[in-house]
């Protein structure tokens, strides 16, 4: 095994994979490495869309493969609030580059797809330590075939994901108690209910606000990835276990008893951390450390989206060690290129969903009267929920978004999936 390399990957999640693939693609001489074998199972609601989503399975040349794979796309979504009632938004058509696809697969797609854009991969490689030697990233310590090894590298990539602790000597980690959320899904089969195509969030309970709900995603004939998501603080609040919401929406609301009523789990529950964010955040770089995907908190805090977030921050990390690496300096102030590069991709949506989640879903009566608004708005169902969102604080609530949230609308781009 090499033991020098410039740069180590940590984690083939998305933001892993995508890290690695850019760099090897930048010719730059990369080690991605993972401490499960692959293909890996992940927590997550599984849908994925947006404009930076077709750019990589494109670049990666996968795309026609991930269409293939997906077991459907996006064409819109119905919401509900405390009174159950549904507000529909249909785009009529699916959203191009949205995917409905298992975790385990699209995943498991991207790492080989960074594998054949260049980059070395290593399963069963758990890092235990960064190595930092005068408060600089110098490669990491790992468990790989039963025993320590050390590999050094000039830049360590973080993208372990949301678990993550080995940020923590360089600052790198979100313990901000209002945007930790905990999500968990299940698969079930015998759901009632449910639009192909249309994915549903409801937010039933005083419990869900702001920015927490459950989630149907249709996956085929009556079977649907079913989840919870909600603030860790509020989890606290309501004295349940993740993994008690699903009866509870079963046995005490009316579209839970529906799609849940006769619905038989496959396998089991799976749950996980999501650490959110308004917009980029600004510990995501050290000496020789760059943070993407969730282990950088690149997880809208309205929808809990991080998959096109996960993506987007592996691109732009790489775009920024390609420059800096010839140069031979990877000092914080160099480093900080990557933040600002990443918040130019990825903040004019964060910020987008940062102003929902504060003016549209803090409260069961706001979203109501958001629910109803849409319902009345000119071409329902036929409108996309952000033109819908966008109507409501800028009309109803004269939320200024320009001057508020520093949201310039011309700059938005994607928007696809949730
Ligand atoms: C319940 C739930 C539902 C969600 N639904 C959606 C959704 O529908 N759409 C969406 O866009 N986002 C969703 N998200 C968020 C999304 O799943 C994450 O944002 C995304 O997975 C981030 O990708 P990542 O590559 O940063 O991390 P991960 O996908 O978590 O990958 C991290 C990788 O690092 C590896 N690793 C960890 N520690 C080490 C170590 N010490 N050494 C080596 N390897 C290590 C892990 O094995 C893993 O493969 C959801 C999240 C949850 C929890």
């Known amino acids: 095994m090499v033991n020098r390399r410039q740069v180590i990957v940590v984690g083939s999640g998305p933001s892993g994979s995508s890290a690695a693939f850019y760099l090897a693609r930048g010719g730059v001489d990369v ?20 404009v930076f989503v077709t750019k990589v399975y494109k670049d990666m040349g996968i795309y026609d493969e991930a269409l293939r794979l997906r077991s459907g796309g996006i064409r819109g979504a119905r ?7 549904l507000a529909t938004f249909d785009n009529g058509a699916e959203q191009p580059g949205t995917f409905l696809t298992q975790r385990r697969v699209i995943d498991d797609l991207l790492r080989r797809g960074a594998i ?3 980059a070395d991969f290593l399963e069963n490689f758990e890092v235990t330590e960064i190595i930092r030697e005068r408060d600089y990233a110098k490669g990491v310590r ?32 979100n313990d901000d108690k209002d945007y930790v959320f905990l ?18 969030e409801h937010y039933p309970d005083e419990i869900f606000y702001p920015g927490g709900y459950m989630w149907c995603f249709v996956e085929g004939e009556g079977t649907a990835n079913v989840g919870v998501f909600i603030p860790e603080e509020n989890l606290k609040r309501g004295n349940r276990r993740l993994e008690d919401y699903f009866t509870w ?36 770089y050290g000496n020789g450390i760059l943070a993407v ?8 805090c309205y929808s809990g989206a991080g998959f096109e977030y996960a993506l987007q921050s592996g691109y732009a990390a790489a775009r920024t060690v390609i420059d800096v690496l010839p140069k031979g300096d990877v000092s914080k102030e160099v480093l900080k290129a990557y933040k600002d590069l990443d918040a130019s991709i990825s903040d004019p949506l964060l910020k987008m969903n940062t102003a929902v989640r504060d003016k549209l879903c803090g409260d069961p009566q706001t979203y109501e009267e958001f629910l109803s608004f849409a319902r009345s708005m000119p071409n ?39």
Request: hydrophobic share 35%; with cysteine; aromatic share 8%.
């Open 31 to 50: 080690l991605l490495v993972d401490k499960e074998s692959w293909p890996r199972d992940k927590a997550c609601g599984d849908a994925q869309g947006g």
């Open 79 to 85: 919401f509900s609030g405390v009174k159950e009632e």
């Open 116 to 118: 054949n854009g260049g």
């Open 142 to 173: 790992a468990i790989y075939g039963g025993k320590e090894v050390e590999i050094r590298s000039d830049i360590v990539i973080l993208a372990n994901g949301a678990h993550h602790d080995l940020g923590r000597p360089f600052g790198i980690y």
């Open 183 to 200: 999500g968990a899904r299940g698969y079930f089969e015998g759901v009632r209910g449910l639009v192909p195509g249309l994915i549903e």
């Open 249 to 284: 929406w079963r046995d005490n609301t009316k579209i839970g008893q529906e799609r849940l009523g006769e619905a038989r789990l496959l396998g089991e529950i799976k749950g996980w951390r999501l650490p959110t964010c308004r917009k980029v955040p600004d510990n995501i």
């Open 293 to 300: 995907g969730d282990a950088g908190s690149h997880i809208n």
């Open 380 to 418: 329902y169902p036929h409108l996309n929920q952000y033109m819908a969102y966008i109507a409501f604080m800028t009309q109803a609530k004269k939320v200024d978004i320009k001057a508020e949230y520093g949201l310039d609308l011309s700059a938005m781009s994607g928007g696809g999936g949730h």
